[in-house]
């Protein structure tokens, strides 16, 4: 039956509607009031995916929050954040702790003075801000903009050291909640939510309170935050860390619980590094050398995908400097192998395959992108001290300043073997050593997860690469058991073909001495990218309890990597790589 009155418009369209919604396709052709029977079909409301795309600067390079398969990269490999933002890009009533070296809050994409930073409102407003008066009680005087749990004082800014420690911080802070769409820089996952800085370090960010202070900075984080990001971990378990993970999850957002995210921690393996390569004009060639120390041995290391970047530190140099891969096998034309001291093989091209006689091998290719084949110096039996290898590019012509990206795995257990990789001019000369390699880099096949982000009640972090695979150094088991994952789920970060795109120390005082840093990565990159997903939950919805917010990301996971999913989760990936958009689906079920 028709529910009457039905409307005509002077198209001579109709819209009638039915009592029964059932009956809306059974009934489409039936006669409409007019005598007349006209083809009808259900006027249906639809969600419209708007896609949006922030105006910042660099937001190309941020391949975890868009990735379009820039520069070798899987396209869609990101946490699909575009389609959330059409949703929302974060409320300023989400706070998201940032438990680390210090945030820069004068950079002006953190700038405290326009809101982007976390108020204290019982110390803040009628001079209380600096009045040194414990205005609200809660036993720190003048926090008005967070507190540093290290030197003890209001002051939780970085050190203004050029250096990766002190700005490390800041980098975490970029990627949960750097401002977006404000035509500079980068933009945080959830750029409308607000930053609680929480610094735990000294100012190189090489030293760190006790445990009981950590706890304090725990506790403080889930007092004023709604979100808590630590993209740190390594100490032995403490009660005093563990009753304060606890009094988030319990006590956090008015006894809704807070979300304790945690880094995985990352093993030492392979790692993509990259150097500055400083060239007058003229024709130089590049050059891996590895010498074995006058006590003998030295230990393995290895090469690969080995690129040159431009001075923007991120479009690759092609075809002008092939990137080397050594797939198939083979080395590319124009590279060589040179030897000396006695040395009689190495730079070697290596399958995997153990060979009889050799130790201390790699115990995995790298990972990061598909790759099969890498080159690795070492040679059968002790090599002769002082014996040597060296790995050459081609002569090319350089002028200006570049960048020059490798994957390298390094196991040197003597402090007198030398790995050095250097620029020679055309009479073989060292024009620059870009960087000279550190001894004992690896520690073996422990991947454990560490704590404190194996505690029961963190959520672990690990990293997965812009080509959807696993990087080397992920930390992924679970303690005293190699075959169950200690993950929750990954997030991106580097170790694919690009590394993460984030903010740096303001101005000469960064690492690059810029506003923006271009090599940041590991679970530390992770993690706060999966927190700031969390930090959009809740401006979505934020009335949800801890667990409904855990079984959101959870099942907004898509199950991505090269492992099979048992019960849901997969070793090194957890539930899989976390989804901003998906999980927005389902709040909608939930609610």
């Known amino acids: 039956m028709w529910k009457v009155p ?207 202070n950590l706890g304090r900075a725990i506790r403080y984080a889930a007092d004023y935050a709604d979100v808590l990001s630590s993209s740190w971990g390594g100490a032995a378990q403490s009660d005093a860390v563990n009753s304060a993970i606890d009094y988030a999850t319990t006590s956090g957002r008015n006894a809704k619980g807070a979300p304790p995210f945690f880094s995985s921690g990352n093993a030492k393996s392979w790692w993509v590094y990259r150097f500055p390569i400083n060239a007058a004009s003229g024709s130089y060639c590049l050059s891996f050398y590895f010498q074995v120390g006058p006590s003998g041995g030295g230990g393995p290391v290895a090469l690969d995908n080995i690129s040159l970047l431009a001075e923007d530190e991120y479009t690759y140099l092609e075809p002008f400097f092939p990137r080397v891969t050594f797939e198939g096998g083979i080395i590319p034309a124009g ?79 003597t402090p007198d073997a030398v790995y050095q990789v250097r620029l020679l001019d055309t009479q073989g000369q060292v024009v620059q050593t870009l960087g000279s390699m550190k001894q004992g880099a690896y520690n073996g096949n422990d991947d454990r997860v560490q704590y404190p982000a194996i505690y029961a009640n963190s959520i672990a972090i690990g990293a997965i690469t812009d080509n959807d695979r696993y990087p080397n150094y992920s930390r992924y088991w679970l303690t005293l058991n190699p075959a169950v994952t200690g993950l929750f789920c990954v997030g991106p970060s580097n170790e694919g073909w690009n590394d993460v795109t984030t903010l740096d120390i303001a101005g000469q005082n960064g690492q690059n001495g810029g506003n923006v840093r271009h090599y940041f990565g590991g679970t530390s990159s992770a993690c706060p990218c999966v927190a700031g997903v969390g930090a959009l939950i809740l401006s979505k919805n934020s009335e949800l309890t801890l667990q409904q917010l855990k079984d959101a990301l959870k099942n907004g996971c898509e199950q991505v990597g090269d492992e099979t999913y048992v019960d849901g989760k997969a070793l090194h990936y957890g539930y899989g790589r976390a989804n901003a958009y998906r999980s927005f689906t389902v709040i909608r079920s939930q609610t």
Request: overall charge negative; hydrophobic content about 35%.
């Open 335 to 413: 590279w060589s192998v040179l030897l000396g001291g006695g040395a009689t093989r190495d730079w070697a091209l290596w399958d995997g395959t153990v060979v009889p006689g050799e130790s201390y091998i790699p115990d995995k290719q790298f990972h990061g992108t598909p790759s099969t084949w890498c080159l690795r110096a070492w040679q059968p039996g002790s090599p002769p001290p002082g014996s040597w290898a060296e790995f050459r590019s081609p002569y090319m012509t350089l002028n200006g300043l570049y960048w020059l990206r490798f994957a390298e795995f390094n196991n040197i257990f």
């Open 6 to 212: 039905c409307r005509r418009r002077q198209d001579n369209t109709w819209f009638v509607s039915y009592l029964d919604p059932i009956a809306i396709h059974s009934r489409a052709r039936d006669r409409l009031p007019d005598g007349k029977t006209w083809s009808g079909q259900a006027n249906f409301l639809h969600e419209v995916e708007f896609h949006f795309i922030p105006n910042d600067t660099q937001f190309g390079q941020q391949q975890y929050l868009h990735n379009t398969g820039q520069n070798g990269a899987v396209a869609g490999a990101d946490i699909q954040v575009e389609n959330a933002w059409d949703i929302t890009t974060g409320k300023p009533e989400v706070v998201i702790a940032i438990i680390d070296t210090g945030v820069d809050i004068d950079h002006p994409e953190l700038d405290f003075t326009k809101g982007k930073i976390f108020i204290n409102p019982g110390e803040s407003g009628s001079g209380r801000e600096t009045n040194g008066i414990d205005d609200d009680g809660n036993g720190y005087i003048d926090d008005v903009n967070g507190w540093d749990f290290y030197s003890q004082d209001n002051n939780p800014r970085p050190g203004l050291i050029p250096e990766a420690g002190p700005a490390h911080g800041t980098g975490t802070a970029g990627i949960a909640a750097a401002q977006g769409n404000n035509s500079q820089g980068v933009a945080g996952v959830a750029y409308g939510c607000r930053i609680l800085p929480i610094k735990i370090s000294s100012d190189g960010g090489t030293n760190f309170p006790s445990d009981f």
